[in-house]
């Protein structure tokens, strides 16, 4: 292991690879590119971008975010086969600084009902993969897929091999959540002291919360002499997700008198992160969720406060700035000029140019027509529907919309959109209900067959003339995508969230 590493947390994010493998997440190329640029600003280690093999659309965005994101390491992952290995060398060897992830499962159980092989053959397959990687990327990394759960002695001997083979990471998954802090801790130390050339890899560790134990069980490997730690910002990923990297990266940080190490994170920049991606996948955070939460840094009771005032870290471990928490500051109002907005907007970690202020300033503008005061949250919102509207020029577009509805009527609802062809086209129709009704209107327009699965509607701020933020999953072909939209008025932000969910479809489905 190269020794100056000894002392170093390596975060490796997987959003943009596990984390689109959550139920019910979409991406498109622009959003990936996106967040991995803040992942970039985060400053983590490895940036998992996606999985080559998997279609043209994955491909060609690994290979972008390869070419021209700076910084962290990229990596794409591949199965331990021929093909996969050879899509990604395609993919990330011209990168500025990439790497290869490999992975085969070694339980008894996946290579009885999965992979119908012997121990022996999946041996061979694994060093098979990274030698063929190695030959043109230095950076190979190999998972033994569901290590957790497999037999010890046997995952010894594939991890020497690999690391014989060039292997300069060896991950240890626990793929299926089931392992806990002390046994996992076990099996890391089982790891150094079994394997004979352990020293010249870094261990990682990847952590699935099905039991909640993901942040637990990555910080016991830790505590075991593992220094690289996979998961995703907010805890997301297959299933019930990842470990959740801001949690982990902050109890090292809060804690170094019990980790002794460090990371190169900066910290500031988690809450932005968080915010980002929970947009983007149209997941919220909870309420309470560590570190990222908006109740995190809350006070209510009494005597919290009471003690809290006085002295801050009497019941403090962190302070809120330090993982760019945004608080409840109201910034902006009617009467707040260009200047201002420009300066709040870098301050949150946007970079504008004077064409789309121009644009973002009249939409800041009609904002504050309807609502009084103009808070960093509904900036944040107000931005990513300047983001959506970017990303979606030349696709379908809400114009006007006309809905009538109430206890008496039928709703029924007349909307105009721009077609990608630069016409309008104008439709009423009726439904159950106003959002039924709007969305009607939209189908009879754009024609796709698609159903709604999911409609969720949330405030950006309190009050009663709170942004309404709207999050839309429809299904086609058994795939789900995402679309939102925002509004004062939560028919429009349905509309425009409804559009947009069929814009992303379009646009992945012209990828793949
Ligand atoms: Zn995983």
Redo the contacts with the bound molecule.
Sequence with gaps: MNTKNRDKLIVFD?TLR?GE?SAGASLTSQDKFRIAGQLQKLNVDVIEAGFAASSPGDFSAVRKIALEIEGPTICTLARAVKSDIDAAIECVKDGLKPRIHTFLSVSDIHLLHQMKKDRESIMLMAVDAVKRAKEFVEDIEFSPMDASRSDPEYLYIMLEKAIDAGATTVNI?D?VGYSNPKEFGNLISGVFKNVSNINKAIVSV?C?NDLGMAVANSLSSLENGARQIEGCVNGL??RAG?AALEEVIMAVKTRPDHYGISSDINTEEIGATSRLISNIFGFPIQYNKAITGQNAFRHSSGIHQDAYLKERTTFEIMHPDEVGWRGDAIVLTKVSGRAGLKSRLEYLGYKIDDEELIEIFKNFKNLADQKKEITDQDLEALMSEFHRELDTTERFKVVDLDVICGNKQNPSSTITLELPNGKTKTSTKTGTGPVDAVCNSIDSIINENITLTEFAVSSVTEGIDALGEVTIRIEKEGTIYTGQGSDTDIIVASAKAYVNAINRYLIIQSSN
């Design positions: 997987t596990d493998q998954p793929t990847h699935h990923g297959e990842n």
